[in-house]
């Protein structure tokens, strides 16, 4: 086993068939805004399987702070952010 230096924050993007259908454009919203603050260094942005929330579509988990985001839009993106740097 090996140990991996890793980000302390991170922004799972569910990528599921429901959320999927959303995520493309929030993925590309969030890698802009976290390369725009100078954050990509300090927040991993990594897509996951899906959460089974396909009713809540598209859903951001925020770790290390274990918060969970349904309906997320472009238009979140700011907070989103804003949540990770408390």
Same mark, same amino acid.
């Given at each position: 086993?090996?140990?991996? &230096?890793?980000?302390? *924050?991170?922004?799972?993007? $569910?990528?599921?068939?429901?959320? !999927?259908?959303?995520?493309? /454009? +929030?993925?590309?919203?969030?890698?802009?805004?976290?390369?725009?603050? !100078?954050? *990509?260094?300090?927040? +991993? #942005?990594? $897509?996951? /399987? $899906?959460?089974?929330?396909? *009713?809540?579509?598209?859903?951001?988990? #925020?770790?290390?702070?274990?918060?969970?985001? !349904?309906?997320?839009?472009?238009? &979140?993106?700011?907070?989103?952010?804003?949540? #990770?740097?408390?």
């Amino acid at each position: 086993m090996k140990k991996i &230096d890793a980000r302390e *924050k991170a922004i799972f993007l $569910c990528n599921g068939k429901k959320c !999927g259908k959303h995520s493309k /454009e +929030l993925r590309k919203a969030l890698k802009h805004t976290l390369k725009e603050q !100078g954050l *990509k260094k300090e927040i +991993l #942005l990594n $897509c996951m /399987e $899906c959460t089974d929330n396909c *009713k809540n579509a598209p859903i951001v988990c #925020l770790q290390p702070h274990n918060i969970w985001l !349904g309906e997320v839009a472009d238009k &979140d993106v700011p907070s989103i952010i804003a949540m #990770l740097s408390k």
